[in-house]
């Protein structure tokens, strides 16, 4: 589906950003167990209480992408990697790979943001899901 799934309105969404410098992912240590994760979050199409509306999956990404690393991106870099029902769910995994690693906001209070290499994937505890999986499997 073109828009990363359209049928369903709960979302959640995962874009694995790869440059040559690395991967960012982010970690909030503000949680129970803080867990590193790529930027993506849980998202309601059509039904934000937000004043902008979410309208399909790539524009929660957009979003996503902006509020967890200070990247801008637009929809048409997205490439669709995963689209996948589950039970109560849409999971749809978004990949963008840049030439360079675009500048990244600096972390709020209680979170981190890291550039990962690939070497480093597996010696790092704490992922969420299987993201570990995931990034290795799409880098």
């Known amino acids: 589906m073109k828009g990363g799934g359209d049928t369903l309105s709960n979302y959640r969404v995962a874009i694995l950003i790869t440059t040559p410098e690395g991967v960012p992912l982010v970690k909030n240590n503000c949680r129970k167990k803080p867990l590193w994760k790529m930027p993506g979050g849980r998202g309601n199409i059509n039904g934000s209480s937000r004043k902008r509306k979410i309208q399909n999956a790539r524009q929660l990404a957009v979003q996503?992408?902006?509020?967890?690393?200070?990247?801008?991106?637009?929809?048409?870099?997205?490439?669709?990697?995963?689209?996948?029902?589950?039970?109560?769910?849409?999971?749809?995994?978004?990949?963008?790979?840049?030439?360079?690693?675009?500048?990244?906001?600096?972390?709020?209070?209680?979170?981190?943001?890291?550039?990962?290499?690939?070497?480093?994937?597996?010696?790092?505890?704490?992922?969420?899901?299987?993201?570990?999986?995931?990034?290795?499997?799409?880098?």
């Open 64 to 139: 996503k992408v902006r509020n967890d690393l200070g990247i801008n991106i637009t929809e048409d870099i997205l490439e669709l990697v995963i689209n996948q029902p589950r039970d109560t769910y849409f999971f749809v995994l978004f990949k963008i790979d840049f030439p360079k690693l675009p500048p990244l906001r600096k972390p709020k209070i209680g979170e981190e943001i890291k550039v990962f290499q690939p070497s480093e994937l597996d010696n790092t505890p704490g992922f969420v899901g299987g993201q570990r999986k995931l990034i290795r499997k799409y880098m």
